[in-house]
């Protein structure tokens, strides 16, 4: 935030005219600080979705929604994607700068050294239902490791932070395999710290039937791009959860919990599950792509994996997506028809005046579940793949408020439009 104090706007009031001080942002946007509106009007702004609303100054990610921008740290999305690895990205997001090649190799050893979970908390995970929602038990799990780790869960002490941060990052792979295993009644397979990070995921997963040679390293290479394509996107719902709980100094694993829940709805990182549900429907019905979107435009549903509060233009994690998922349905033995479906379903869309003139173009989330579903995850891992993914934008912005001397703790203000006062029966 430039402290641009020359800039203001006045805003006209029945009271007089308040001059508001407006800050330009890296990019050369402009911000209005409203600080003083209440105390100086007695009045609030009501902004419903926090659509118009920067609830705080940040250094992580920048988005230009119009332009298709996204970067985290500076760096593009799109060299990230294509010359950076998962872990390289989550370290940039974290702490602000890509690591020297000795900073990764103890990034790297670190988590391997903290990749395992205790045996109780094994046997926690292995109690709660196995066919619940895996994004509900990684959620619940995730909120115990302040139980089991409570010497990381003071968030002014930055050593506790950090050893946090390492546990988590570390350990949620560890806790999505499980859940997954658990869920298709296979034993958990304990972390190979002989592997990397993705690799690790995949054969905890999958164990021997993670794919190998050609179609392994490509199911590598994949699942890291798509990590790194989903590691941050500045104050989204579920970033911005993790901000507001971490505003009340909870701990970094209740945020963190907090905020996978908040990635569970469809709306939000839940999407990815939806659409491959809404194909599956599609293809089931037989119904026509024409009458699908008929339906769709009469609102008797949304398109999932359509449409986006910030971008208006296209999503460029979206760009990324379609080029892999094309390149791994090209090599495999059996290309998933649903693929084609989704082709045809964005053609459709995109030449359709409903969708183009309200600015609704596929999102991040319309190719992932199709790659996903290819690799032979479960519809309902998917949205744990994207938590994995955004773990490292949570924890960058729990560690950035941390420390942020400008925090406050989150308590929004609301526009009453209830009863007035009356008394209560029997009391004059
Ligand atoms: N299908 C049909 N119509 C839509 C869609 C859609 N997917 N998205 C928005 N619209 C319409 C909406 O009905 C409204 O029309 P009108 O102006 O005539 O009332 C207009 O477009 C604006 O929509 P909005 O609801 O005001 O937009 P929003 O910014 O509040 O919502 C969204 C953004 C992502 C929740 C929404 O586009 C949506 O529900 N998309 C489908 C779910 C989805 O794919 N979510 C993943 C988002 S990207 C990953 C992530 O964030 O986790």
């Known amino acids: 935030m430039s402290d641009d104090k020359e800039r203001t706007v006045e805003l006209h009031y029945e009271g007089g005219v308040l001059k508001l001080p407006v800050f330009t942002g890296t990019e050369g946007e402009s911000t209005i600080e409203l600080k003083t509106l209440l105390g100086s009007t007695g009045m609030t702004t ?22 298709g921008i996204l970067r985290y740290r500076g760096y593009p999305i799109e060299d990230l994607a294509v010359h950076s690895t998962f872990l390289e990205t989550a370290y940039l997001v974290i702490y602000g700068e890509l690591p020297e090649p000795g900073q990764l190799k103890e ?39 302040a139980a089991y780790y409570d010497d990381s869960v003071d968030p002014g002490d930055e050593n506790q932070v950090e050893l946090a941060t390492i546990r988590l990052m570390a350990k949620l792979p560890t806790i999505a395999a499980r859940i997954y295993r658990n869920s298709i009644g296979e034993a958990p397979i304990a972390p190979d710290t002989s592997l990397d990070y993705v690799d690790n995921f995949i054969r905890m ?20 791009m798509l990590l790194v394509l989903h590691a941050d996107h500045e104050l989204n719902c579920s970033t911005a959860t993790v901000r507001v709980v971490g505003s009340s100094l909870a701990d970094i694993y209740s ?57 208006k233009n296209f999503d460029p994690r979206s760009k990324e997506i379609k080029v892999l998922a094309s390149q791994i349905l090209d090599r495999h033995e059996n290309p998933d028809e649903l693929f084609a479906l ?5 053609a459709a869309a995109l030449q359709d005046s409903y969708f183009t003139e309200r600015k609704l173009y596929p999102n991040v989330d319309f190719y992932t579940g199709v790659i ?39 308590r929004p203000r609301q526009h009453y439009i209830g009863a007035a006062e009356r008394r209560y029966p029997g009391q004059g």
């Open 255 to 311: 945020s963190v919990s907090a905020g996978i829940n908040a990635l569970s709805g469809p709306s939000h990182g839940g999407a990815n599950q939806a659409v491959l549900e809404m194909l599956e429907e599609i293809r089931d019905s037989g119904i026509s792509i024409e009458d699908f979107l008929e339906k769709v435009k009469a609102r008797e549903m949304r398109l999932m994996g359509f449409g986006h509060r910030v971008y």
């Open 107 to 145: 990034f790297s050893e670190k988590l391997r050294d903290n990749s395992d979970i205790p045996a109780e908390m094994g046997a926690f995970i292995d109690a709660m239902p196995r066919n619940g929602h895996p994004m509900t038990l990684i959620a619940s799990a995730v909120n115990t490791l």
């Open 205 to 224: 997963t999958f164990g021997d039937k993670a794919p190998t040679g050609e179609l392994g390293e490509l199911f590598n290479k994949a699942v890291g």
């Open 342 to 346: 989704a082709l045809k379903l964005e």
């Open 372 to 410: 996903y579903r290819t690799m032979g995850f479960p519809t309902n891992m998917f949205t744990v793949l994207f938590a994995i993914g955004r773990l490292p934008g949570w924890v960058a912005h729990f560690r950035e408020q941390a420390v942020d001397p400008a925090f406050r703790i989150a």
């Open 46 to 67: 009501l902004d419903p979705g926090f659509g118009n609303t920067a609830s705080c100054s940040s250094k992580i990610t920048y988005i230009d929604g119009a332009a």
